[in-house]
């Protein structure tokens, strides 16, 4: 009887410890963001006469929102942002399911040493590379250009290749064995019978590919330094310049900003997950 | 006979042409971004070249030379070194906070969630909250005042012997919802029973860890800690935001686009550069061989 009630406390304690962990860690991620966020509804001489954790005065003053979207160009990096995402996502999913498809149902010659290609190339970090093709993209006027980056993007990248090499994989060869016999061509079994199949690759690879462009900072910064050219990282960053001393202004930017990408997170999280541990193994 | 033969041709002649129709672009893309500049790299790593279409001389290997007889381009290392240890860190971290939730226990999708959003939002952002945070009477500060420690309250991110530790740990607050998401899912694929089995047997919780879930998820730890070298170099939103590498915080990327970009000394930059690769390439060989099983399992 008393090693029961032990076993019950030990097990009720290790449960309150490990909440009291949980609680922490929580705390330790959201505090900072709570500052940004109670920051973004004070005024100028509010913010530097308050600690950060001094509710705003008055929660309905949106003024620094408003200086944000009207004067920010925040709606045109969103737009910006939108359109690269938009032909990025459709240009590398073309991209890396063509080359999957041919991995997975032909064998040519020179196929492994492609393949080991791309698990060296994934290696190279893309900031390097950036030191030479930006002076070529320069050199021929692409720079300022949203489709520069939508080519910068649209490359094959390992983690997008292998999962869809596994997807295709599982779908039997016998599939399009019967297509081709009935007269569909290879392009037309890659594009009317295996795409649709491989769906929910294409969503996992997609939100990879979206969490990554959203976030990317240095690409954009590099080859788009037009203000009217701004995405949503360097039209944040470039608010340092003329709001460097009105943080409650940068607040409610920073606020903007990761709010798109909270609501899709909360709408998407499984997908979301799934991407990232999908990625990492196989990456 | 002769007509399936000469059917059997002509599939023959559409396979190729398809392998070329799919292949010819995304090759193309993976010389252009990859063979090509490095290629260009390691000529121009050899020369004096400005990045304009003056005439260029070599100049050997003192470009390489320089980073390491170059105050300032040795102290990326220094700097690398403090990433490093944060990504270290956070695995341990990561791993910790893995094993709490493993265990059903109620809000666990709260908790994941808000663990994990760090590591989707924007860098820029993250590195502007932490400005703020940093601040004089910013968050850092008002929470040690609430704590009772005033007194140890400093100039963090202003001063040289505080400012990396700072931006570390910026890296580790926006980076350990990633590897704790790998982590817990690696160990919720480990069937249950063994569990069962094992406290059945009266294994405790840490003979549990040893015996059970480290043996199952050690190789998927070794790669995010190889990983995580790689990634301590590239680091560059952060220091470039928080404080555009003064105060020694400055890394390979941000000291690579400054002497490329602002300095025009492109020679120099793409010797970084090639030396950033080199890095790259060992921990991809080290990789390889030391992972080698755990690659033959998981593709295909």
Known sequence: MRTVMSDKQRTSILKALKYLILLTVVFIVIYP????????????????????????????????????????????????????????????????????YCFTRFEFAGKNYIDKFYMMASFVPSIIVHLIIFKD???????????????????????????????????????????????????????????????????????????????????AFLYLPATEKGVMSTVLYRFIGPYSS?????AAGIIVVSLPVFIG?????????????DGAVKG | MTNQKKLGKKREQQKR????????IPLFFLLYFTIYPIAKMLFYSLTDWKGSASPYQFVGFSNYLN?????????????????????????????????????????????KGIIFFPFIMNGVAVAMVFRMFYQVNGGLDTLMN???????????????????YALALVYLWKNVGYSFLIYLGTMQSIPAEYYDAASIDGAGMWAQFTAITFPNIKMIVGLMATLSIVNSIAIFDIPYVLTNGKNGSNTFSTTLIE?????????????MAICVLAIAGVVMVFKNIVFKEENENSYE
């Open chain 1, 33 to 100: 963001l709570v500052g940004v966020f109670l920051a973004s509804f004070k005024t100028k001489i509010e913010y530097l006469s308050t600690d950060s954790m001094v509710l705003p005065l008055n929660w309905g003053n949106f003024e620094n929102y408003k200086t944000v979207l009207l004067k920010g160009n925040v709606i045109t990096g969103f737009a910006n942002t939108l359109f690269i995402i938009f032909f990025s996502c459709i240009f590398s999913t073309l991209l890396c399911t063509m080359v999957a």
């Open chain 1, 137 to 219: 993209f320069a050199h021929v006027g692409l720079v300022n250009n949203l489709f520069s980056i939508v080519i910068l993007y649209s490359g094959v990248d390992i983690v997008s290749l292998y999962l869809f090499k596994q997807y295709f994989n599982q779908i039997s060869v016998a599939v399009d064995e019967s297509a081709i016999m009935e007269g569909c061509s290879y392009v037309r079994v890659y594009w009317n019978i295996l795409l649709p199949m491989v769906k929910p690759a294409i969503v996992t690879a997609c939100i990879i590919k979206i969490t990554y462009i959203y976030n990317d900072f240095y690409t």
């Open chain 1, 246 to 250: 009105e943080w409650s202004v940068i």
């Open chain 1, 265 to 277: 997170f909360i709408f998407a999280q499984k997908y979301v997950y799934k991407g990232f541990s």
């Open chain 2, 17 to 24: 042409r398809t392998i070329v129709l799919f292949l010819i």
């Open chain 2, 67 to 111: 980073i390491f007889a170059t105050e300032s381009y040795r102290n990326v290392f220094f700097t690398g070194s403090y990433y490093l240890g944060a990504g270290l860190i956070q695995q341990v971290i990561s791993l910790f906070l893995a094993v709490v939730m493993n265990k059903k226990i109620q809000g666990s999708g709260i908790f």
């Open chain 2, 146 to 164: 609430i704590m009772g420690m005033q007194d140890y309250i400093k100039i963090w991110i202003g001063n040289p012997k505080t400012c990396n």
């Open chain 2, 259 to 271: 002497t490329a970009f602002t300095y025009n000394k492109y020679g120099q930059a793409c010797a």
